[in-house]
């Protein structure tokens, strides 16, 4: 059996000297004795994976609300593919794939049911409230630091700081980095920039098979992209049989092994020239190390606008994005108006709460529903003939 010195003295030999090595973490907010047989990365993704937020990803949206069918993706299938994709980079880069996992698996602990519509509702309402919006970046943090309660002794699940700045600070064309934290931390690792563009690989690409499937998005939409153009004329000219179900898999397949390929080559090209020589190096950096080429960063954007265009703005997604946003103003406006709805556990009655506070209990609420715990709650309170 392996002890965790042994785990750590594997890391030594094999990854990169620029890796975040789970010997060299800075540790947790609350000391803890390390585990006989984990290191420190895998006990966290062990805690993530065991945690309510987590379970929860299952029923919220991705970009279909989850009652639209089965075979769309969810936050937690999103959150797979991101944790495989970034392993899969991680291991090729020959960095840390625990931290990576663990950071991928939280990074959308905090998105509230129905996606980016949930998103941007809450926002507005906190902002029209003069207090500060809702990003779900931070949301996520909060979760893990303050909101998860399944230990004695301090609340949250006591991650390492590695993971915890990658949660906090994860970023891409859809994410914000969260600018606060009740305690220092450093600039992201190389490991948490994996997971930023597995993230931004992951939902491009499978956005694509959705919205397919949909049929929200047809392969012609799709021809005024140029990397959908290469790819599908490599292909078509490859499938002796081909029909529509099978060229989409190979497709999207194909398309992301030649996005993979290219951010491989182009990261290690920027980490040979950067001469890191420790992941101590990599933290006091402002550089992102982690990207595409040039080139293929261009045809992404492209791709990306299309799918902007045609699939996220289709009529369909739109109705459902304000069918969603309806909801959560809903909600949020019936409890404001009277907060003893809410559960004792959520709101208790021998407090006095200010203004502000009682907003804030009424976000985090709404943001921890599910898609469907959501639509059930507003059928309740909106349906005169449902029980409550």
């Not at 075979?71 to 991101?82: A, G, N, Q, S």
């Not at 304000?322 to 108006?337: M, P, Q, T, W």
């Given at each position: ?19 975040m090595?789970?010997?060299?973490s ?11 047989t984990?290191?420190?990365?895998q ?30 993706r ?32 939280a ?19 906190m ?11 931070k ?10 309660k ?6 949250g ?6 993971v ?25 690792t190389?490991?948490?920039q ?17 919205g397919?499937?949909?049929g ?114 809903d909600?949020?406006n ?17 407090k ?10 009424i ?26």
């Amino acid at each position: 059996m392996r002890t965790r010195e042994e785990l750590e003295e594997l890391e030594d030999k094999i990854l990169a000297p620029y890796a975040m090595k789970s010997k060299d973490s800075s540790g947790r907010q609350y000391p803890q004795t390390a585990h006989e047989t984990r290191t420190c990365y895998q006990r966290d993704r062990d805690r993530i994976v065991h945690c309510e937020a987590f379970r929860k990803l299952e029923y919220k949206t991705q970009v279909f609300v989850v009652l639209e069918g089965d075979y769309y993706r969810t936050r937690l299938t999103h959150t797979i593919e991101v944790a495989q994709l970034g392993r899969t980079i991680g291991r090729n880069l020959r960095l840390n794939e625990d931290l990576i996992e663990a950071i991928a698996l939280a990074h959308d602990l905090g998105h509230p049911p129905f996606g980016h519509a949930g998103e941007e509702a809450l926002n507005r309402i906190m902002q029209g409230a003069k207090l500060k919006g809702f990003n779900h970046n931070k949301r996520s943090f909060e979760i893990v630091t303050r909101f998860e309660k399944r230990y004695p002794d301090f609340d949250g699940l006591n991650l390492s700081r590695e993971v915890l700045t990658g949660i906090l600070k994860h970023q891409t064309p859809f994410d914000i980095p969260g600018d606060e934290s009740p305690f220092p931390l450093e600039e992201p690792t190389l490991e948490a920039q994996v997971v930023d563009v597995a993230d931004s690989l992951a939902y491009l690409n499978h956005d694509i098979d959705d919205g397919l499937t949909s049929g929200f998005i047809t392969e012609d939409d799709l021809m005024e992209s140029e990397l959908w153009q290469r790819v599908f004329k490599k292909i078509s000219g490859t499938l002796k049989h081909p029909n529509r179900q099978m060229l989409k898999y190979q497709i999207v397949k194909e398309l992301i092994d030649l996005q993979a390929k290219d951010l491989l080559n182009a990261s290690d090209e920027r980490l040979n020239q950067a001469g890191f020589k420790s992941s101590t190096d990599v933290k006091k950096s402002k550089k992102s190390m982690i990207g595409f080429s040039k080139e293929m960063a261009s045809e992404r954007n492209r791709l990306q606008e299309l799918l902007n265009a045609k699939l996220y703005h289709h009529h369909r997604v739109e109705r459902m994005t304000s069918k969603a946003r309806r909801i959560i103003e809903d909600l949020f406006n019936v409890y404001k108006e009277n907060p003893t709805q809410l559960s004792y556990s959520v709101y208790e009655r021998n407090k006095k709460y200010t203004q502000k506070a009682e907003y804030e209990i009424i976000c985090n609420y709404i943001a921890g529903m599910t898609d469907r715990f959501a639509l059930d709650e507003h059928k309740k309170l909106f349906d005169p003939y449902e029980k409550v």
